[in-house]
């Protein structure tokens, strides 16, 4: 090396130089998307309905509002499967659709981007995505303060999805 460029290397102060990236690429959250489905659903059959909920209380206000919603659309528990996610808690949708095979997605007060999907739904409306339908909603709790939300739901997602759509 020349004695002129270790001058040089040597008189550089590096605090001068700004940081570009000062984060890491990706959080821990993102492992989520990587991860198996818990065992408790791997060892379930495919599904045509997935009910994608936040977490509840069993026999709760919300859980009994819940199956109201679910038996109106004249589901039954046979043709559904119920996943109540927790707050702080993300579940891959590539994993979930490989597995239940669902027709049908509906979230209840669940955000896309908590699935891994990059991509904005209409809310109370039915959405394409994926080879699938999906119909997000408030949350039950929030619905049932915002009983207009809960009307548009019913008038212009899952009437339509799954009651005007039946044949006789």
């Not at 699938?132 to 339509?160: D, G, H, R, V, Y």
């Amino acid at each position: 090396m020349s004695k002129t460029f270790v001058k040089f290397a040597e008189s550089l102060d590096m605090s001068e130089i700004p940081k570009i990236i000062t984060s890491d690429i990706l959080d821990n959250n993102t492992d989520d998307f990587w991860e198996d489905l818990p065992k408790e659903m791997q060892d379930l059959d495919p599904k045509n309905v997935l009910v994608i909920t936040t977490k509840m209380e069993d026999n709760s206000p919300e859980q009994a509002q819940l199956d109201k919603i679910l038996a109106a659309c004249q589901l039954e528990k046979a043709n559904y499967f119920l996943i109540a996610l927790e707050e702080d808690k993300q579940m891959a949708w590539h994993k979930l659709k490989a597995h239940f095979l669902p027709e049908t997605v509906l979230l209840f007060g669940i955000l896309p981007q908590k699935l891994g999907i990059s991509s904005l739904f209409r809310i109370n409306s039915i959405n394409n995505f994926d080879g699938c339908t999906f119909i997000p909603a408030l949350s039950i709790q929030k619905m049932e303060e915002q009983l207009e939300a809960k009307k548009q739901l019913w008038t212009n997602a899952l009437k339509p999805h799954f009651i005007d759509t039946k044949t006789t």
